[in-house]
């Protein structure tokens, strides 16, 4: 494993990390849970090669699978959406 192999591997504990703690206070089902975080890794590691406009970015990714993989990936993104946002809200009240 190469430094940016590494570097890449630490950014994306970052980011992952907080999501499956908050994911596991928001949903029950330990299926649902790991498919999340699978999935959004997935889009996670998709990103930096993406070559689109930021505003499309999540469509364009949703629009390369098939149903019902579809529906997956669209409810992990939108758990992952509301991490965000709940961490946005949280950072800006805190700043406030």
């Known amino acids: 494993m190469d430094t940016d192999d590494r570097s890449t591997s630490a950014e994306l504990a970052a980011v992952l990390g907080p999501f499956v703690a908050w ?3 928001r949903e029950p089902d330990e299926l649902v849970r790991v498919r999340h ?29 098939a ?8 409810a ?3 758990a992952f959406a509301e991490h965000r ?3 946005a809200h949280r950072d800006a009240r805190r700043d406030a």
Do not use: K, Q
Not at 46 to 62: I, N
Not at 67 to 74: D, F, L, N, T
């Open 37 to 65: 975080r699978d999935l959004v890794e997935a889009y996670l590691r998709w990103v930096p090669g993406d070559r689109g406009g930021l505003g499309d970015r999540r469509r364009r990714y949703e629009a390369r699978f």
């Open 85 to 87: 946002a709940t961490l």
């Open 23 to 25: 994911l596991a206070t």
């Open 67 to 74: 149903e019902p993989i579809r529906s997956r990936v669209h």
């Open 76 to 78: 992990a993104l939108d």
